[in-house]
């Protein structure tokens, strides 16, 4: 069974899986600019319930919210999202990496006592009795790391995070930042006594390296293709080097080990987010049916196959969560 934000459902129920997304999201810090950027609640539940809509709209039938604790994540939203669009959602349980997520907090504790202690209560708490009392099960861990390194802060959740994985058999999905350290991910993970087959390193189309993807796929792990539509914006390579890198990957066999996503961020905390023009025209294209609507038909035209797109969309997701 699987932890939605409405209840446990089973893996073969999943259907077509978006494995990274985010309805809601903030880089921590937004809860003190709320004067110039109040929380409209209302507003927020419109934009990702028409968001949610327009994936169901093109067959999607699950998507993993995979907005970490220290950046917005709200289970009752997502709930409510879940509840009247018809697409299930799981949350996740996490933290961000030190760069752009909360460090303060937890690197405190652990200057007290033992962090990785409580973030492993943390996460296990989450995962196997709810969210900040709502009953709200976590159906992932979510772990990130820097940009060429896992730093010990970082290194703390890994740790507590394996553990659970083997306590509880949740799914492990990650953030890497600017096509490093996937490799390095799963290694420690795998170390760590985590079970690949129940671990996605995220981001991997950041890298358009196939030695950088294998030396991943290798450990026996999924990996994510989880940023279309996010082209050429903090290093970010173009769709279309991502498909042919796909293409690539399934020609010597990885189709089963490959997930798609988006990573959007539908709503954004804090003030509104203004994007110089030539980026904004950058932006156009990160929205949630750009995998249905262009990157698929992209495929298609390479000569991948309806039966290898679906084990991409339905099947690996049913088997990393079965």
């Known amino acids: 069974m699987v932890n939605t934000v409405t209840g446990p459902i089973a ?9 990274h997304e985010h309805f809601v999201f903030g880089y921590p810090g937004f809860a003190g600019d709320k004067t110039f950027g109040p929380f409209n609640r209302d507003e927020a539940l419109k934009i990702s319930i028409d968001a949610a809509k327009r994936a169901k709209a093109h067959g999607v039938q699950t998507v993993v919210d995979a907005t970490p604790n220290d950046c917005g994540r709200d289970v009752t939203i997502l709930k409510e999202v879940s509840e009247a669009s018809g697409v299930n959602i799981i949350c996740a349980t996490g933290y961000y990496y030190e760069g752009e997520g909360a460090p303060a907090y937890f690197k405190f504790r652990n200057a007290l006592g033992d962090g990785e202690k ?22 992932v861990i979510k772990l990130a790391s820097s940009k060429g390194v896992i730093t010990d802060y970082e290194k703390m959740f890994f740790k507590a995070a394996a553990k659970v994985q083997r306590e509880t058999g949740v799914v492990i999905i990650t953030h890497t930042q600017e096509g490093t350290m996937g490799p390095e991910q799963a290694e420690l993970l795998i170390s760590e006594g985590a079970d690949p087959n129940k671990i996605m390193i995220g981001h991997m189309c950041g890298n358009t390296n196939i030695q950088y993807a294998t030396k991943v796929l290798d450990q026996g792990v999924f990996i994510g293709f989880d940023r279309f539509g996010l082209e050429n914006f903090l290093g970010a390579p173009r769709d279309i080097d991502r498909e042919a890198l796909a293409v690539a990957l399934i020609a010597l066999g990885y189709g089963d080990k490959i997930m798609f996503s988006h990573d959007t961020v539908n709503v954004m905390l804090g003030r509104p987010v203004v994007f110089p023009p030539a980026l904004a025209e950058m932006m156009a294209n990160a929205h949630i049916a750009r995998i249905p609507e262009v990157i698929l038909p992209g495929l298609k035209k390479m000569g991948v196959t309806d039966a290898q797109i679906e084990k991409i969309m339905v099947k690996n997701p049913r088997s990393i969560f079965g």
């Not at 893996?11 to 494995?19: E, I, W, Y």
């Open 11 to 19: 893996s073969d129920q999943l259907g077509q899986t978006l494995m």
């Open 118 to 139: 409580e973030i492993y209560e943390t996460m296990l708490k989450e995962v196997t009795e709810g969210i900040e009392g709502t009953g709200i099960k976590a159906g």
